[in-house]
């Protein structure tokens, strides 16, 4: 079974400030996605990035990217020049290549501060 | 409107009540998930439709959980017999078709169901 932990409860950072969220899987498969959801307090669940795990390259969205180890089962996220709009819930998430549904880990809480 | 709509937003149900949630998904779209989200915990998943049929229902926790998507479009998530557990956020999410890792699954506001 996939399983997806993210260590790190709540985080703050002072705006314009770098933050990177941690966050490991398990898995069996060879072939599967990675996905960081942000989840304001609206509670709208937004894909941020996406990461294939058979592509070497780390994804990148504008301010943010991952950093994405395959043989130590990371998959970190970086915010880059933090924004007050960033303060949101964070999911680390995982999908097979075979499946349907997303394995979500607990979360990060993170607070951008003025 | 273009996203993932849900209804009701709140629910308050005494324990032992049924309960009927609400998904429109984003018309086109051919998947629909049901997630559900404890407080302070991420989504975890329910059931899948793909158009009408029902795919996979690995996550409904008992059988007093009941998805249907009888045209293919709007979806209805039922509880019956509600239990204090069952408080949560009810996620739905559609997409153009399944395989989470090719297509982004877009997600509703939630339902927020207390159970008293």
């Known amino acids: 079974a996939q399983t997806v932990t993210q260590s790190q409860p709540e985080m703050s950072v002072q705006e314009a400030e770098t933050v990177t969220l941690s966050c490991t899987y398990d898995?069996?498969?060879?072939?599967?996605?990675l996905f960081w959801y942000k989840q304001p307090p609206s509670r709208q669940m937004i894909l941020v990035i996406r990461?294939?795990?058979?592509?070497?390259q780390n994804a990148t969205e504008n301010r943010f990217s991952v950093n994405f180890q395959k043989a130590a089962k990371s998959f970190s996220l970086k915010i880059s020049d933090s924004q007050l709009g960033d303060t949101a819930m964070y999911f680390c998430?995982?999908?097979?290549?075979?499946?349907?549904?997303?394995?979500f880990g607990k979360g990060t809480r993170l607070h951008i501060l003025p | 409107g273009a996203g993932v709509s849900q209804s009701p937003r709140y629910k308050v149900a005494k324990r032992g009540q049924d309960v009927a949630l609400r998904c429109d998904p984003i018309?086109?779209?051919?998947?629909l998930f049901w997630y559900q989200q404890a407080l302070g915990q991420g989504p975890e998943f329910l059931t899948y439709?793909?158009?009408?049929?029902?795919?996979?229902k690995s996550g409904l926790p008992s059988d007093r959980f009941f998805a249907e998507r009888p045209e293919g479009s709007v979806s209805t998530l039922k509880i019956q017999r509600t239990q204090q557990e069952d408080s949560a956020v009810y996620l739905c999410?559609?997409?153009?078709?399944?395989?989470?890792?090719?297509?982004?699954?877009?997600f509703g506001p939630g339902t927020r169901l207390t159970v008293l």
């Open positions: 990461q294939e795990a058979y592509k070497q």
């Open positions: 898995t069996s498969e060879n072939n599967y996605y």
């Open positions: 439709f793909q158009n009408e049929a029902q795919l996979d």
């Open positions: 018309s086109g779209h051919v998947s």
């Open positions: 998430a995982f999908s097979s290549n075979r499946d349907d549904k997303i394995i």
């Open positions: 999410a559609s997409s153009h078709t399944g395989l989470a890792g090719y297509n982004e699954q877009f």
